[in-house]
């Protein structure tokens, strides 16, 4: 649910930029990202009140805290606010899963690189034509772990295209086989 929680508090920060009444935006939540306090933001007037309020009374607060400042809080970077969330996020689950080990870890630790690679394919993809084209401003957003660390993250930050993304996949047989999958369905 936390990635719920990230999106929801993304629409959050988006409609306070845009001078938007967060009670109204709080009915447009996704209801597996609501959390106990979400009902505490709808006294939020400004980015800066958010800010403060994000940082004491949610389960996010730790990530808030821990990878972004009130600085941040423009439209601009609400994408790449996001996306630095969600790798706190998936970096501190996949930490979790580990400490734990046995059996949580034996199922976990697979499907959280599968999704951080997936994290990692879809930044790169999405990121040509925007702030995030430059690899040094990609890589601060990318996952530190998964099947593609670090060859694969290499390849990918050296990337410029769609062509030369499914070329730094290819040698990972899952991502090959969904990219072929991607292409045969387009045509």
Do not use: W
């Amino acid at each position: 649910t936390y990635s719920y929680m990230i999106d929801n508090i993304i629409l959050l920060i988006t409609g306070t930029l845009h001078g938007k009444d967060i009670s109204e935006l709080i009915t447009k939540c996704h209801p597996l990202g609501m959390f106990e306090s979400i009902e505490s933001l709808s006294v939020v007037t400004s980015p800066r009140d958010l800010y403060a309020t994000v940082l004491i009374d949610t389960p996010l607060a730790p990530y808030f805290a821990k990878c972004l400042s009130i600085e941040d809080l423009n439209e601009m970077n609400v994408e790449i606010i996001r996306q630095t969330l969600y790798k706190a996020y998936l970096e501190d689950f996949f930490n979790f899963c580990q400490q734990l080990g046995g059996t949580t870890a034996e199922v976990m630790v697979p499907i959280l690189e599968f999704e951080a690679d997936r994290h990692i394919i879809n930044i790169t993809l999405n990121s040509f034509g925007t702030e995030l084209a430059a690899a040094d401003d990609r890589k601060k957003v990318y996952p530190d772990f998964g099947r593609l660390v670090p060859e694969g993250i290499a390849q990918l930050l050296k990337a410029e295209d769609p062509e030369q993304v499914r070329a730094a996949v290819e040698p990972y047989v899952t991502y090959r086989t969904l990219f072929m999958q991607a292409e045969t369905s387009d045509r």
